[in-house]
């Protein structure tokens, strides 16, 4: 639409420009007001003229400036009992402060700004998610953006009825009309601060507490008539006396001033500002896991505070002591809490999970065993939320999350095993995004961020069929945009990992033993009675049989301990093997075991690794005999073997070593050497075993 001068249709532009000179401000001769419909009013360059770099395009004196700390200068008394929540709480006292002053109407000092502000009867021109009809609310069902309208909303409402309630509770004498003050002015109010203010920083020379200047809310005429361009180059000067804006390029005639919020994504951009930007590189996906203060996750800390000094943090905030972005720092607190949250079980995976056909390994008591593991003792764990950002892939697959995400997630899902490594030395589990290693650990936190993001995902596209074919409105423009990038950014993260862990499941580097490996590739001399035993009790070898059957765990852990018996008492060397790949990492995996894990119960002859630092519990016999209740497939598993050996004497199934002890040792590590490649709309989930091993054995 065509930008058209105020001059020409408003009183309003006048009125503001005269009231702002009259009173010590400052504005570049070759600077209008104009209004378009889709920008509202803005500040632009009169045709003809310029702005050249360096000049001053506006400069505001602070005592024009609106906010908490203008109290005294008004003639309305507020109970001493409201002032005092609002020392606390200024952003709420700056609210009900605009309040009275859109109240007092042309008695204001600060009318001739406040009539140019969207007015709480105009809520078409009031484009932020709370201003949403039931309609415009269907674009953001299944958001981060819908969630957080709910939050703030309620947030808003219980800090406006604390406040009214206690203002009820005051003496009629000294307080003004309550019913004047209704939720529709207090929501417009937070409204315009949220989307217009600037922060304390702004008032070098007002008397604000130290250290928390950030949370005073400061409403600068004129300044927030600038619309935020991300590639706009310009300086904010706070002084003593004013607030200045320069440009740091040349402006010419007809173009609009724009200002530079920062890099901000569309869904921050509509919740703060009520707009978005097309194609924003800003753009970002939130995830919001429930974590825990449990020992593993310290682990992370550190290696995140090592980090901190080497390196600048992908998610710091913009420094806004002089990018002047009129935003509150309290709007970005309240959004916070509101994203849709993942429970840190859900992506928690110590494989001692046992009893029951394999899901997603999404065991309840996770975070308490790996707390086990590194304290000694269990402890329960404390539960708090952090909001971790990805965005679309880079170079390599990992690039898509910030470095502390991929730091939580590591040690969230870590093994007992690299939980031991960890203890020593952190960094053993740090992820570097542009790192072409893959490792176990690598493998499980691609499998749980792509379970998490499907999950995401769905809970956004599960109500496409009940959104109209076209936005009908600017609000619905604004949210439609926003809606395709998260699909979109989801989207293309889940296709990255996905072809990631493709490549891993299915590629000719046999890093991993699927059933179908184990059960057509495993070595010559032990492949026939390891087949004739599981076809014996399950009447089948189809890998896909057997998953439906939930038989997973079994005929790993039976894999494995025949595996071990195999191999004996030293694994074999290569010479002995076909030279298949998948042999060959076979027998490099054993001696990996071996090296990682004590030696099974009646097994104390075999030298492995150190018992000391075994990533399982050391126990007796009659422990053992204990815990095996937890593996409710022990009985059947000993049939297996009993009913081979039986079949077949002189087999490897016919050896006194076969005792429950010794599938309870196999079970554990195939628990913590596993991991659950995901499924999609067309395929289960599927356990498979990463075949780890030192990276001098990989090369």
């Known amino acids: 639409m065509e930008t058209v001068s105020i001059n020409d249709t408003s009183w309003k532009a006048e009125y503001i420009q005269s009231w702002f000179l009259e009173h010590g401000g400052k504005i570049h001769p070759a600077v209008e007001i104009a209004i378009d419909a889709s920008m509202g009013y803005h500040l632009c360059v009169r045709k003809g003229q310029y702005i050249d770099a360096e000049d001053c395009i506006l400069s505001c004196p602070q005592d024009l400036t609106l906010s908490i700390l203008d109290l005294q200068r008004t003639d309305c008394k507020w109970p001493e009992e409201l002032e005092v929540l609002w020392r606390a709480n200024p952003e709420v006292g700056t609210r009900f402060f605009l309040i009275e002053q859109y109240l007092k109407g042309e008695d204001s000092f600060w009318w001739p700004y406040i009539q140019l502000l969207p007015q709480p009867t105009e809520p078409e021109r009031l484009q932020t998610p709370l201003w949403y009809d039931e309609d415009d609310c269907a674009w953001i069902q299944g958001t981060n953006l819908g969630a957080s309208r709910i939050t703030r909303m309620r947030f808003w409402h219980h800090q406006y009825s604390e406040s009214i309630a206690l203002l009820a509770r005051c003496d009629a004498s000294r307080r003004p009309e309550i019913h004047l003050y209704d939720w529709t002015l207090f929501k417009w109010a937070a409204t315009i601060l949220t989307s217009r203010c600037f922060p304390g920083t702004a008032l070098v020379n007002r008397q604000l507490p130290k250290n928390n200047f950030k949370i005073y809310q400061v409403l600068i005429p004129l300044f927030d008539l600038a619309n935020h361009n991300p590639f706009a180059e310009v300086t904010w000067a706070w002084g003593t006396s004013h607030c200045s804006l320069y440009t740091d390029k040349r402006v010419e005639g007809g173009q609009q001033i724009w200002n530079n919020y920062g890099p901000k994504g569309n869904e921050e951009l509509i919740m703060g500002y009520g707009f978005s930007i097309f194609h924003n590189r800003a753009d970002r996906y939130a995830l919001a896991l429930s974590t825990s203060e449990s020992s593993n996750l310290n682990l992370a800390g550190k290696v995140q505070e090592d980090m901190l000094r080497t390196q600048n943090d992908q998610e710091s905030p913009v420094d806004h002591s002089n990018s002047g972005v009129p935003e509150s720092p309290v709007a970005l607190s309240e959004t916070s809490p509101s994203i849709s949250t993942v429970d840190a079980a859900f992506v928690s995976t110590n494989g001692q999970i046992l009893s029951g056909q394999l899901s997603r390994l999404h065991s309840s008591d996770s975070l308490n065993s790996l707390t086990e593991m590194v304290n000694g003792s269990i402890a329960k764990p404390k539960l708090q939320t952090d909001i971790f950002y990805l965005r679309l892939p880079q170079e390599t697959h990992f690039t898509a999350c910030s470095q502390e995400l991929l730091d939580v997630l590591s040690f969230m899902v870590a093994n007992n095993r690299e939980l031991v490594e960890a203890r020593t030395d952190p960094r053993r589990l740090w992820i570097e995004a542009n790192e072409k290693w893959i490792t176990h650990n690598k493998v499980r936190v691609a499998c749980q961020l792509v379970m998490v993001l499907q999950k995401q995902l769905s ?18 423009f604004h949210a439609a945009r926003y809606r395709r990038s998260q699909v979109h950014i989801l989207t293309m993260i889940i296709g990255s990992f996905t072809k990631l862990l493709n490549d891993i499941m299915f590629g000719l580097d046999k890093h991993v033993a699927r059933l179908e490996d184990i059960l057509l590739e495993s070595p010559g001399s032990f492949i026939s009675q390891f087949r004739a035993a599981i076809h014996h009790s399950l009447r089948t070898r189809n890998p896909s049989k057997i998953r439906k059957s939930g038989h997973e765990e079994f005929v790993y852990t039976l894999w494995l301990c025949t595996l071990w018996l195999f191999y004996g008492s030293e694994a074999s060397d290569h010479s002995t093997l076909n030279g298949t790949a998948f042999h060959m990492r076979l027998h490099d995996w054993i001696i990996f075991v071996r090296s990682q894990y004590c030696h099974p119960p009646g097994w104390e002859h075999i030298h492995c690794g150190d018992d000391a630092n075994c990533a399982l519990e050391k126990k ?36 006194s070593k076969w005792t429950a002890g010794f599938l309870w040792w196999g079970y554990n590590i195939i628990m913590q050497e596993g991991f659950m490649y995901p499924g999609n709309d067309t395929s289960d989930d599927e356990f498979a075993i990463f075949l780890e091993m030192s990276p001098e054995s990989d090369m």
Do not use: M
């Open 459 to 476: 809970n956004i596209t599960k109500y496409d069929k009940q959104l109209p074919q076209w936005p009908k409105n600017e609000k619905q």
């Open 620 to 655: 007796d016999i009659h422990e053992v005999d204990a815990a095996v209740g937890d593996f409710n497939g022990v009985d059947f598993c000993l049939k297996i073997v009993r009913a081979a050996a039986v079949d077949d004497p002189k087999s490897l199934y016919a050896d």
